[in-house]
């Protein structure tokens, strides 16, 4: 297929991670390195910035600036959580037009790759012809039809070290707080939650349960598992997911709020289990909450993990100048041991506000804790530590002029 000439364009979408720079810096490197057809531009904050003009050249930005995404947490261009209507389509066609915009790669997870293939939509039907092009990330892990995601393996990386080292203070410290419960992000999948079981590394250690949203939460059982490891052991780690569900389905703890997306706003189930254990059990409890730490952990982050963000950024441009468009790069495990991967793709609409949980089978059979295909699946992708540059004993990172290079 013919190579469109034109100029091409790069947004994040929703919540950072500690590679999605990564995954710019190859979309970025590869196009200034493949004899594009034209200029990068970023879409600054997202979609959003896109419709408001806050449009960028990067070329315009410090090579270095650029290459130094790869150890930079954060959104480097920017992110948002919004919610395109039919009109905003339409606009954003017009803009593209007005700028000879013909490539367009959104970095992004379930909501995003909706938002691009209706972009596609939108483009079909305007009779402009484009090559629009998912780039994956998401530390819930969660999109279908990829073995994962990048972004998931440093999140996983930081969960498991949190609780290894926690959990160790708790059996060290001999104090009334016996109980530590771990609130992790997940908000309809427990990939993230199910990453704590990588610290054990004995029967004793952290962590002891783990809940999970793919199975309805019992508080009776619940709190019948944690009485019954505090008579064997004295001392309880426990991680649950934010998203944990009732029988109903219904989400157990939310603060009354939605989203862009019309998503429930889930917080508290840590604290909320927490007193649960107080009054019901009579043994004191503590609730640690990481929030974004779980994503923002670049200075432990996965090499693993940043390579396949790296990877998967640079593939979208291999495709796009190929003459592909409406797909999403996956990626493929080859093998566990040795653990290799490689690039695939998958139709954007197969994807679009599509999840993938755990399967029930990694899951044991009381529902408190996940089997060794997940510690198969899991231990790879945490492997491998990056080199961060360091001034005044803290991380270095890099920060891109956003108004340098804007194109109005």
Avoid at 191 to 198: K, S
Avoid at 253 to 273: I, P
């Amino acid at each position: 297929m013919r190579m469109l000439k034109g100029n091409a364009i790069v947004a994040q979408s929703g919540g950072p991670t500690a590679v999605i720079n990564s995954s710019l810096c190859g979309v970025v490197e590869q196009w200034q390195k493949s004899n594009a057809p034209g200029l990068i531009y970023a879409g600054v904050s997202g979609i959003k910035g896109i419709l408001a003009g806050h449009i960028i050249d990067l070329g315009r930005q410090d090579p270095a600036a650029i290459s130094g995404l790869r150890y930079t947490p954060g959104a480097g261009i920017h992110s948002c959580r919004y919610k395109v209507q039919p009109e905003d389509q339409v606009k954003m066609i017009e803009i593209f037009k007005a700028l000879n915009i013909r490539y367009f790669f959104y970095n992004g997870g379930n909501d995003s790759m909706d938002t691009a293939h209706k972009t596609l939509l939108a483009a079909r039907e305007a009779g402009y012809e484009m090559r629009i092009i998912g780039v994956p990330k998401t530390v819930d892990n969660d999109l279908p039809f990829t073995d994962h995601c990048p972004g998931f393996g440093s999140a996983a990386k930081y969960i498991a070290a949190t609780v290894r080292e926690t959990g160790i203070d708790l059996e060290s410290v001999s104090t009334k707080n016996k109980v530590t419960i771990l609130e992790a992000m997940g908000r309809n999948a427990g990939w993230l939650t199910a990453a704590g079981a990588l610290a054990k590394r004995s029967p004793k250690e952290a962590p002891h349960l783990i809940y999970l949203p793919e199975l309805p939460f019992s508080q009776e059982s619940f709190l019948a598992d944690v009485e019954k490891v505090y008579k064997d052991l004295g001392y309880v780690y426990v991680v649950v997911s934010e998203g944990l569900v009732n029988e109903k389905g219904e989400y157990c703890f939310t603060s009354g709020g939605t989203d862009a997306f019309g998503h429930a706003q889930l917080s508290g189930v840590g604290e909320a289990l927490k007193q649960v254990v107080e009054s019901q059990l009579g043994i004191k409890s503590r609730c640690n909450t990481l929030g974004t730490a779980q994503r923002s952990a670049m200075h432990f982050a996965s090499l693993c993990d940043r390579d396949e963000a790296y990877l998967t950024g640079a593939k979208a441009v291999e495709c796009a100048l190929a003459g592909q468009s409406g797909i999403m790069v996956t990626i493929e495990r080859i093998s566990d041991e040795p653990y290799q991967s490689r690039p695939g793709q998958i139709p954007l609409e197969a994807v679009a506000n599509k999840e993938k949980k755990i399967p029930r089978e990694w899951i044991n059979e009381a529902g408190n804790y996940i089997n060794q295909q997940f510690i198969t699946y899991a231990r790879p992708l945490i492997e491998g530590e990056i080199d961060i540059p360091m001034r005044y004993g803290l991380p270095d990172y890099v920060t891109l002029n956003l108004e340098k290079g804007r194109v109005n």
